[in-house]
């Protein structure tokens, strides 16, 4: 009679708990944005697209303002057939990834070193707020002169210039960890190392990964500058090519393959994000 009294009150427990489960998920679709959309990271970009060539299609558009979608694609073959374009993607994406993983590894480091140690946040902080006051591209000219205007150059610009959000975003993640869960880790006897380990790096993984988002967009800002300086492969100098000879289309396929590499990365530090952060409770689940 017990063993069956006990049978019932975990099932009830376990029906109670499934049902607060149901019942919260309800909840935060009626009062948060609603249910997922399928294919929704695509929407945006394709609307935009049948926008752009409706306006050209129309003549609202002028071909001198925007060369018109078909056009660009018909350029891009070309691009891709004539003038090695493939290779000129594949050099701007090493100077891109080399920059952005060695201002990621930088910019997390640095930032452990100052949220988890007032001795290193008194080392490293004052340094790193004076530098976000400093434009990273305003610095190129020293850079020139320190590395000479080769690849050095190109990858220490993309990496101090996304290494900065990395730090902020990371930094105060650590720093913004609500203090009850010190006292709850204190109140059952957590080393700090377990503490560090078991609650304040899960706890500030948003924050870094909101801060690689940004990181991918300055490492692309910085690549689209340092292109410019004496590059004799990559994207950006296709791009300054064709504006000596003003080709438009031209530029304007370097401006969609820089759009797409922003758009694809930044669905894939989200994706990321989605699958690393499942067990938080939030609207977007």
Known sequence: MTATADTALRVDTETRTQGADIDQRVLRRRLGPGRRIRFA????????????????????????????????????????????????IVASLKRAVVGLALGVLAGTVLALVSGLSRAGE??????IQIKRSIPTLALIPL????????QEMKIVTIALISMIPIYVNTHNGLRGI?????????????????????????????????????????????LVVVEQYNATSGVGHMMTLAENYGQTDVIVVG???????????DGAVRLVGRKVLGWQRTLEG
Do not use: N
């Open 178 to 222: 609500d203090g009850k869960y010190a006292e709850l880790a204190e109140t059952i006897g957590l080393r700090r190392s377990e503490f560090v380990r078991g609650v304040v790096l899960p706890g500030a993984l948003p924050g870094f990964l909101l801060g690689l988002r940004f990181a991918v967009t300055s490492a692309l800002l910085g």
């Open 255 to 265: 401006l969609v393959i820089y759009g797409l590499f922003g758009f694809l990365a």
């Open 143 to 150: 850079f020139i002169a320190w590395f000479g205007i080769g």
């Open 122 to 127: 008194s080392l490293v902080d004052g340094p």
């Open 41 to 88: 990271f695509w929407i945006g970009p394709l609307v935009l697209l049948a926008i752009w060539a409706a306006g050209s299609k129309a003549g609202v558009i002028s071909p001198q303002i925007l060369t018109a979608p078909w056009d660009v694609a018909t350029t891009f073959k070309t691009q891709w057939t004539e003038h090695d374009l493939l290779g000129d």
